[in-house]
């Protein structure tokens, strides 16, 4: 599905209404307005009573003036304009929070008094979901979870304790679910548990549904849809973003970075040995190379083909065969010594984005002790 949007417009919440799903993912670069969308479109059923849950992957991003700059832009964007003011018809001005709670409120000009009105959100820490079981939020009618996608470190099961949590917060009731995300890494446990396998293909302004089933207490079959959003970029004004990074941040395209490539014709290489490396469903192909000068390094490019048996993997995922294990502790003292390449990070690419998903699969491996 394509929607159309005008050149340099921003993501509207009306968008984000029409979309005919449960779930929406919106993705896209950093400056088109998929946050404040959503901003909008959470202010506009608070304003009619209605109660969001605000989710962020550590505890530590709940705090109070890290949620009071979250909406710092809708109280006063680049011209000024106080949207809150606006929707709310001069009623509240500011946004407060208190005990985990997110309130309207309205600041008095000449007193500088803060008076807090109607709770509208709540906090939610990821990596607390634990503590949030025996609670119950029966006016929450949509939940946030901002900036969930990430370059860095995701907690363990995450995806799982994602939905544990959203089961906690609806309970038996409906609601929707906007989880906002630059476009940082293709790699994240959502892609896999939802099986977003068209993410990579998608273009801007377009939407792709996924469609689950399940069945209702009285037996009744129904369908859960996966709206996944891409949206479109916005030109920048500003001369500030320069490099690698620039694309990411004003365009929709996912990030990259400078690497080191190969300098001659790969051809002219000479291949000593080759391992595959999986993580979930991403797979490298790893050459190690030795240039006509005599050097060696490691030549990293993704895997699009099925892996053949007797090919030696290392992978996350369970292989029955003697040539797969799941760490990169060597199968001998060659191998051994041909890994330690890797941990010194003695590799060249075959271009930004293949080095960017490497490393933070190679990350998660290590990471994770296998």
Not at 23 to 51: C, D, P, Q, T
Not at 186 to 210: S, T
């Given at each position: 599905?394509?929607?159309?949007?005008?050149?340099?417009?921003?993501?509207?919440?009306?968008t984000?209404?029409?979309?005919?799903?449960k779930?929406?993912?919106?993705?896209?670069?950093?400056?088109?307005?998929?946050?404040?969308?959503?901003?909008?479109?959470?202010?506009?059923?608070?304003?009619?009573?209605?109660?969001?849950?605000?989710?962020?992957r550590?505890?530590?991003?709940?705090?109070?003036?890290?949620?009071?700059?979250?909406?710092?832009?809708?109280?006063?964007?680049?011209?000024?304009?106080?949207?809150?003011?606006?929707?709310?018809?001069?009623?509240?001005?500011?946004?407060?929070?208190?005990?985990a709670?997110?309130?309207?409120?309205?600041?008095?000009?000449?007193?500088?008094?803060?008076?807090?009105g109607?709770?509208?959100?709540?906090?939610?820490?990821?990596?607390?979901?634990t503590?949030?079981?025996?609670?119950?939020?029966?006016?929450?009618?949509?939940?946030?979870?901002?900036?969930f996608?990430?370059?860095?470190?995701?907690?363990?099961?995450?995806?799982?304790?994602?939905?544990?949590?959203?089961?906690?917060?609806?309970?038996?009731?409906?609601?929707?679910?906007?989880?906002?995300?630059?476009?940082?890494?293709?790699?994240?446990?959502?892609?896999?548990?939802?099986?977003?396998?068209?993410?990579?293909r998608?273009?801007p302004?377009?939407?792709?549904?996924?469609?689950?089933?399940?069945?209702?207490?009285?037996?009744?079959?129904?369908?859960?849809?996966?709206?996944?959003?891409?949206?479109?970029?916005?030109?920048?004004?500003?001369?500030?973003?320069?490099?690698?990074?620039?694309?990411?941040?004003?365009?929709?395209?996912?990030?990259?970075?400078?690497?080191d490539?190969?300098?001659?014709?790969?051809?002219?290489?000479?291949?000593?040995?080759?391992?595959?490396?999986?993580?979930?469903?991403?797979?490298?192909?790893?050459?190690?190379?030795?240039?006509?000068?005599?050097?060696?390094?490691?030549?990293?490019?993704?895997?699009?083909?099925?892996?053949?048996?007797?090919?030696?993997?290392?992978?996350?995922?369970?292989r029955?065969?003697?040539?797969?294990?799941?760490?990169?502790?060597?199968?001998?003292?060659?191998?051994?010594?041909?890994?330690?390449?890797?941990?010194?990070?003695?590799?060249?690419?075959?271009?930004?984005?293949?080095?960017?998903?490497?490393?933070?699969?190679?990350?998660?491996?290590?990471?994770?002790?296998?």
């Amino acid at each position: 599905m394509k929607i159309k949007i005008k050149e340099n417009e921003f993501v509207s919440d009306e968008t984000i209404e029409k979309i005919n799903a449960k779930y929406v993912i919106m993705l896209g670069g950093r400056n088109n307005g998929k946050s404040f969308a959503s901003k909008e479109y959470i202010i506009k059923r608070g304003l009619k009573g209605e109660e969001f849950a605000y989710i962020r992957r550590f505890k530590e991003d709940c705090k109070q003036y890290m949620v009071q700059e979250y909406f710092a832009d809708f109280l006063s964007d680049e011209k000024g304009v106080n949207h809150l003011k606006e929707l709310s018809g001069g009623k509240y001005n500011a946004i407060t929070t208190w005990n985990a709670g997110i309130y309207f409120a309205t600041l008095e000009e000449e007193t500088g008094k803060l008076i807090r009105g109607p709770r509208f959100g709540c906090m939610f820490g990821l990596s607390w979901d634990t503590h949030y079981k025996s609670l119950a939020y029966p006016r929450i009618t949509t939940a946030v979870y901002e900036e969930f996608i990430t370059d860095s470190q995701y907690l363990p099961n995450e995806a799982k304790r994602f939905m544990n949590l959203i089961s906690t917060i609806f309970r038996s009731r409906d609601g929707k679910v906007l989880l906002v995300g630059n476009t940082l890494s293709r790699i994240n446990p959502f892609n896999k548990y939802f099986g977003l396998r068209n993410i990579p293909r998608m273009k801007p302004n377009q939407i792709d549904y996924y469609s689950f089933k399940y069945k209702t207490q009285d037996n009744k079959e129904e369908i859960t849809r996966v709206a996944v959003y891409m949206t479109h970029s916005r030109k920048s004004n500003s001369g500030l973003f320069i490099g690698a990074a620039a694309k990411t941040i004003t365009e929709t395209a996912w990030e990259s970075e400078e690497v080191d490539q190969l300098t001659v014709d790969k051809k002219s290489c000479n291949s000593l040995y080759k391992v595959v490396m999986q993580y979930d469903d991403n797979k490298f192909l790893l050459d190690f190379l030795e240039l006509p000068d005599g050097n060696v390094t490691w030549y990293v490019e993704p895997k699009t083909t099925d892996i053949k048996p007797g090919t030696r993997v290392v992978s996350n995922q369970l292989r029955l065969d003697e040539y797969s294990t799941k760490n990169f502790r060597g199968l001998s003292e060659k191998e051994q010594l041909l890994f330690r390449y890797l941990q010194d990070d003695r590799i060249v690419y075959a271009d930004g984005l293949c080095a960017v998903e490497f490393k933070q699969c190679f990350s998660m491996l290590r990471r994770a002790g296998l």
